[in-house]
């Protein structure tokens, strides 16, 4: 299983980015989904993640109402839509793919999310 993330970039505080993760060498359906930060100096933390069965999201509160999660498993690509975003969400986000939220099991490499004005 191999997940590629992009979508990262520089934003000014308020604004919105929208990450995309795609999965290749195996179906999308059957994994759990799910996003991981690391911010600089700090350890990396849990976003949110989507199960496979049902759709169920889970997010972290520091997120919660302000990022959304989503899947298009047709095209087995992943989604992070993320609003009003602030200073501290500054950070380098992982895709992460596993049997259920409970632990990722397959990382992507990272892409840079840069909150700033």
């Known amino acids: 299983v191999q997940l590629q993330a992009s979508g990262g970039g520089l934003v000014q505080p308020g604004g919105s980015l929208r990450l995309s993760c795609t999965v290749s060498?195996?179906?999308?359906?059957?994994?759990?989904m799910g996003w991981f930060r690391q911010a600089p100096g700090k350890e990396r933390e849990g976003v949110s993640c989507m199960t496979s069965t049902d759709g169920t999201t889970y997010y972290k509160d520091f997120v919660k109402g302000r990022f959304t999660i989503s899947r298009d498993n047709a095209n087995n690509t992943m989604y992070l839509q993320m609003n009003n975003l602030k200073p501290e969400d500054t950070a380098v986000y992982y895709c992460t793919a596993g049997p259920s939220c409970n632990g990722a099991e397959f990382w992507g490499q990272g892409t840079l999310v840069t909150v700033s004005s």
């Open positions: 060498g195996f179906t999308m359906a059957y994994l759990a």
